[in-house]
C-alpha cells in the first residue's frame, strides 16, 4: 500500500488524458482544413480586385466591363462562395471607380455550430 502513494511510481499521463490531448489535435486540425480554403479564396478575391487597378485597360471601364474581367479572373482562379450580382458594389465617382466586393462565407463544423467569415475588399481605380 504505501508504494502506490509513492510519487516515482506514480508519473505520466493516463490513457484517458491521452486520449483527450488526442481529440484536441484532431479537432483542431479539422477546423483548421475546414477554415483554409476559404481564406485561400479570399486571397484570390484580394489579388483579383489588385490586378484591376494595374490593369491600364480598366481605367475609365464601364461597370459591366469591370464585373465581366472579375467573372473571367474568378472562374480561371477557381474562386467560390462569391456572388458577383450580390455581393460587388461598383461606384463612380469623379476621382475613379470605387469597387468593393463584401461577402460571408457559413462554414457548418457540427451539430448547430457554424462558423461565419466576413470578408471585405475595396479598391479604387483611378481614370
Not at 27 to 38: E, N, Q
Not at 70 to 83: C, E, M, N, P
Amino acid at each position: 500500500m504505501k508504494n502506490m502513494l509513492c510519487p516515482k511510481r506514480q508519473s505520466g499521463m493516463t490513457g484517458i488524458g491521452w486520449l483527450i490531448i488526442i481529440i484536441l489535435i484532431i479537432s483542431a486540425a479539422l477546423l483548421v482544413m475546414t477554415i483554409l480554403p476559404k481564406y485561400i479564396t479570399a486571397y484570390s478575391v484580394e489579388s483579383s480586385l489588385q490586378s484591376l487597378v494595374n490593369d491600364p485597360s480598366m481605367r475609365g471601364a464601364s461597370k459591366r466591363a469591370i464585373r465581366d474581367k472579375l467573372s473571367r479572373k474568378f472562374r480561371a482562379g477557381y474562386v467560390t462562395g462569391v456572388d458577383l450580382k450580390k455581393d460587388l458594389h461598383i461606384e463612380k465617382s469623379r476621382a475613379g471607380t470605387l469597387v468593393d466586393i463584401t461577402y460571408e462565407n457559413r462554414e457548418h463544423i457540427v451539430g448547430n455550430i457554424d462558423i461565419i467569415l466576413s470578408f471585405s475588399y475595396q479598391v479604387n481605380i483611378p481614370r
